[in-house]
């Protein structure tokens, strides 16, 4: 019973690492770009949320929708501003860039908030489960994370593959130049595509701040998990993001029961497995170049 | 009155590689035009510089009245521009009725349906699921020329249609031009083969080397004059 509570709880896990990743997934399959502030960028979002909260004198949760809007707002005007000019065939452009603004990033929250550890009070939920069997509960708070995870996938899969703009990403995504002779502006269509990875990881960085506790150096770890969760699930695949989120939660808590403190190693060592026998992932169809 | 497409002193290239050399030409609305000229000329850079797609050094290209140097592209199309590039280009990842609806992204009004195409290009009818990477060469190239008119353009360039394809395919290409001049767009066509490209042009230019060698009329030209202008060497005697 211990395992199956353990394979349960890495499902759940799963939903906030896919969350998370989604933008990541999003930014690599429409433009290619490889975000290295990602995780700084759900810290940001994290404190930002307790500002708001104490500053506003409002609840954990319209916090997040405000800060998950002003996310969205500085992912398009970041695009814009900064990051297309960093794109062409070459991404070392890109990397450099991020990695520099991620540093940016965390020095900035060690001098505003400092070192010490926080954690976004979001109410009763984060302590109240549901009783499966004796052995085996679920909590709520990752149950609505897992839920929310599969929400936000679904609906920008269908964004994707059915609306107009969806299919401009697409088209983007596939060859940007003609997609020009379409009419397409390319330059605003990647401030979309990252105004929403800038707010669904800002929403993973509430859900983050939320489970567990964190400090303005955690961003480059979960950066390191979403980048496995979309390796393992398949670069650029939308629902892969969401598979990948599963495997590397499932493996981290099944390895913690088996040992404690070797989740993280598990992890890794499904990360590279899939990497060697499965480059391109789970649901992966190869990088186009 | 001003001219529907004028083209004055246009030199553009790649990089630091210049392909066009101070080239000139107009064309009138309602008229086909057609651009020959043997590999490496500038044909298709001079439908890229319309385009938007290359970078203009010096010159000028006027679209009924407004100057389009610095446009980019994606506003072309709204202006009324549509290019069908070189190689084809379909959204490999887009079904066929993806690809012409996404020809319509930014359509300006006009008769151009995914239906009016289908009844342009009946081979397409079957096909509107499929992906378009699994069309053959001719396919996407009527996919190609679809997806360009679902904008509706007032000036549709068209580079290099027949690129690799069976001449009976060429032909039938060939044969939807009347279609869409019908519906009143103007065309601007590159072509290698010269007896085609006099047998549909009201107008044909030469290039040689990214200047123009030659313009005028089909029935003006001499079969010596553009084999001169083609090739750059004086007809042997």
Redesign the interface.
């Known amino acids: 019973m211990v395992w199956v509570s353990a394979v349960v709880q890495g499902i759940l896990l799963g939903g906030l690492y896919a969350l998370f990743a989604t933008g990541l997934s999003l930014a690599f399959g429409v433009l290619r770009f490889v975000n290295l502030a990602h995780g700084d960028l759900a810290i940001l979002a994290a404190y930002l949320t307790l500002s708001t909260s104490s500053t506003l004198e409002v609840s954990a949760w319209v916090s997040m929708v405000l800060v998950v809007a002003v996310m969205a707002a500085v992912g398009y005007i970041a695009q814009r501003g900064i990051f297309n000019f960093t794109i062409g065939p070459d991404p070392l452009p890109a990397i450099l860039v991020t990695f520099g603004i991620g540093v940016v990033i965390q020095n900035a929250l060690l001098n505003h908030y400092t070192a010490t550890d926080k954690r976004i009070k979001i109410g009763s939920i984060v302590t109240k489960s549901i009783k499966v069997t004796d052995r085996l509960s679920v909590g709520w708070f990752p149950l609505l994370t897992l839920v929310v995870a599969v929400v936000i996938l679904g609906g920008l899969q269908l964004f994707i593959s059915r609306t107009?703009t969806g299919?401009?990403f697409?088209?983007t995504?596939?060859?940007p130049?003609?997609?020009?002779?379409?009419?397409?502006?390319?330059r605003h269509l990647y401030a979309v595509a990252m105004a929403i990875a800038f707010g669904t990881v800002g929403l993973a960085g509430v859900f983050l701040g939320a489970r567990t506790t964190f400090a303005p150096s955690s961003g480059p770890n979960e950066l390191l998990f979403g980048f496995e969760a979309v390796v393992i699930g398949g670069l650029g695949s939308i629902w892969g993001t969401l598979v990948g989120g599963v495997v590397l939660g499932v493996a981290q808590t099944v390895g913690n029961q088996w040992s404690i403190g070797f989740d993280l190693l598990a992890g890794h060592l499904v990360f590279l497995t899939v990497l060697a026998f499965r480059p391109n992932g789970i649901f992966g169809t190869g990088v186009?170049t | 009155m001003s001219d529907f497409l004028s083209v004055d002193g246009l030199e553009a290239g790649y990089g630091d590689f210049q392909a066009l050399f101070g080239v000139s030409l107009t064309v009138t609305e309602g008229e086909t035009e057609a651009i020959i000229g043997a590999n490496g000329a500038g044909k298709s850079t001079l439908l890229r510089a319309i385009a938007g797609q290359v970078t203009v050094t010096g010159g000028s290209i006027r679209f009924d009245g407004d100057d389009l140097v610095g446009v980019p592209p994606h506003i072309r199309v709204v202006k009324g521009i549509a290019l069908v590039p070189e190689g084809r280009r379909v959204f490999p990842s887009l079904t066929v009725e993806e690809n012409l609806l996404i020809g319509a992204y930014r359509s300006r009004p006009g008769a151009w349906t995914v239906s009016k195409v289908v009844e342009l290009f009946p081979l397409l009818g079957r096909l509107l699921r499929r992906s378009a990477a699994k069309l053959s060469g001719g396919e996407q190239q009527a996919l190609a020329i679809g997806r360009a008119l679902m904008a509706n353009p007032r000036l549709l360039l068209l580079d290099e249609v027949s690129l690799g394809l069976a001449p009976v395919i060429v032909k039938q290409l060939y044969e939807a031009l009347p279609g869409i001049l019908a519906t009143g767009i103007t065309l601007l066509l590159v072509e290698q083969d010269i007896t085609r490209a006099l047998s549909v042009a009201d107008r044909v230019t030469c290039l040689l080397e990214g200047r123009v060698s030659l313009c005028g009329r089909p029935d003006e030209l001499a079969q010596d004059d553009i084999t001169v202008a083609y090739f750059g060497l004086p007809v042997s005697e």
């Open positions: 107009r299919r401009a697409r088209a995504s596939d060859d130049k003609t997609a020009q002779l379409m009419g397409i502006n390319d186009r």
